[in-house]
């Protein structure tokens, strides 16, 4: 056309540690006030000088911020302070960040510069989410650690939907989080597969979505056109691995991996037996799962059994011994710096 608008780049850094859905929802809304998404990323040297040592490191940190689907480009080791030296590098129209208030060392705000330039904009914090909520969550898990399942269990009220009335997660006791279903069409791109796509099933936890996760399901994502992820229910999961388990509730989960870009579709309380009618249900070609051990269903039977059976199940590799009880195990090393 001859009205060729001007292209929108839009600037986002911080740390990302931890990533969560507050994070890719502050993400999301940056990409819709412009075309184009860079985001930077602090070095775990910038991070440890302004506040303190990041858990996850940057090469972690960088491709969980890639795989994130709004982002167009990331910016390796971005400076702490946003400059318009660094906006103007990277063509940025301005620069984007959540309604809080981040400080360097000595106080100041690391956005005063952008915020003079009148190249800075505000998106909306995600409520009942974040870096250090997550982490009380995770020692109140160690807590328990080393009682018998059952005991850390007695305070569950558990609905098969994952979330209590009061909008605290029956095992954790403290998110804030409440689903709606305008932030779920938000997460997701209402994609449909194409008749010739084919299908990939896989299903889990994935509580605390992490690098891990990101590398199975990058792996997954070569097996198909169309990857379809299972997310059992916080009973389910806490059945299976126990005290305190899962950190994040279902409708927590459910955003932490719409939130990436090799998922296209989310089953919100996946059966753990996959079924032939789910198998049918969703034209499912292949179904994964990664190199962790299996837990045998309530009967004890393989919940891959049908699939298996078929000829239509494979493991993966994702070549990262990474879980989510390893990251647990790096914030208890890290607690004194909390
Ligand atoms: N962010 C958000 N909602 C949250 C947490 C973070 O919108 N619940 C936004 C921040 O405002 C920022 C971006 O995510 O624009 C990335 O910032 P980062 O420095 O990683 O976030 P923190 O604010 O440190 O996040 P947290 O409190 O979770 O550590
Ligand atoms: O443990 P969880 O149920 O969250 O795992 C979801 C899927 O991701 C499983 O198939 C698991 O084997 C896979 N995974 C992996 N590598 C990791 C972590 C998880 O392949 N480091």
Not at 109 to 136: F, M, N, P, Q
Not at 243 to 271: D, F, H, Q, T, W
Not at 297 to 311: F, I, L, Q, R
């Amino acid at each position: 056309s001859d009205k060729k608008k001007k292209q929108v780049r839009v600037w986002v850094d911080g740390c990302f540690d931890m990533v969560h859905f507050g994070h890719a929802n502050a993400i999301r809304q940056a990409k819709k006030m412009g075309d184009y998404l860079v985001v930077g990323v602090h070095s775990d040297e910038e991070i440890a000088k302004h506040k303190g040592p990041p858990v996850f490191k940057q090469e972690e940190r960088y491709k969980m911020v890639r795989a994130i689907k709004w982002v167009d480009e990331v910016v390796e080791a971005a400076p702490y302070v946003t400059s318009l030296e660094t906006l103007d590098e990277y063509n940025c129209d301005f620069c984007v960040h959540g309604d809080d208030i981040t400080t360097t060392a000595d106080g100041t705000d690391s956005y005063h510069i952008v915020k003079a330039a009148k190249r800075y904009k505000e998106c909306k914090r995600t409520a009942g989410v974040s870096t250090t909520d997550l982490v009380g969550r995770m020692l109140l898990v160690t807590k328990n650690h080393h009682k018998p399942d059952e005991e850390s269990v007695e305070k569950a009220d558990v609905s098969d939907i994952g979330q209590s009335s009061c909008g605290h997660s029956p095992y954790t006791g403290v998110s804030q989080f409440l689903q709606t279903t305008n932030k779920i069409m938000q997460f997701s791109e209402g994609k449909e597969p194409k008749k010739t796509d084919r299908i990939v099933y896989v299903a889990g936890a994935f509580d605390l979505f992490n690098v891990g996760h990101l590398d199975f399901l990058e792996k997954a994502a070569k097996e198909g056109d169309f990857v379809i992820v299972g997310l059992h229910t916080d009973s389910v999961v806490n059945r299976y691995k126990g005290a305190n388990y899962p950190i994040m509730n279902l409708n927590e989960r459910v955003l932490g991996v719409l939130a990436c870009k090799y998922v296209s579709e989310v089953v919100i309380g996946a059966p753990y037996d996959v079924t032939n009618d789910l198998m049918e249900h969703f034209k499912v070609d292949t179904v994964c799962h990664g190199m962790t051990p299996v837990m045998p269903a309530e009967d004890g039977s393989d919940p891959y059994a049908v699939p298996k059976k078929c000829g239509k199940f494979k493991t993966l590799d994702s070549n990262n011994e990474l879980t989510t009880r390893m990251i647990i195990e790096r914030i208890i090393a890290h607690r004194l710096q909390y």
